[in-house]
């Protein structure tokens, strides 16, 4: 699940990403850093959350590494994008505020 909330002062979106299968850990991987992996903590519901600071007026492809070994796309992702693996990206997008 995907949350954007808007700050008007640095043109920045706080994107908070949770995942809520099955699982022992979670990472975000997102081209908004670079592709590199940001744990996400599990919460006393069992859904594992990050927050991510976004530049607005873009589009950022991201997934889920569910237990070091399996892909998962988020099911409220604003868009889906074929990868270079066969397999699609969402997409988090930060035009429209």
Do not use: C
């Not at 979106?13 to 908004?32: H, I, K, N, P, Q």
């Not at 519901?45 to 569910?66: D, E, H, S």
């Not at 070091?68 to 969402?90: R, T």
């Amino acid at each position: 699940m995907l949350t954007k909330k808007y700050f008007k002062t640095k043109d920045e979106y706080e994107v908070t990403f949770a995942y809520g299968g099955d699982a022992d850990s979670v990472a975000l991987l997102t081209a908004a850093n670079d592709w590199v992996p940001v744990p996400m903590k599990k919460n006393s519901k069992g859904v594992f959350t990050t927050k991510l600071r976004i530049p607005a007026n873009g589009q950022y492809q991201f997934r889920y590494l569910v237990n070091d070994a399996d892909w998962a796309n988020d099911e409220s992702a604003d868009a889906y994008v074929p990868n270079e693996h066969g397999s699609e990206n969402g997409v988090v997008d930060t035009s429209v505020n």
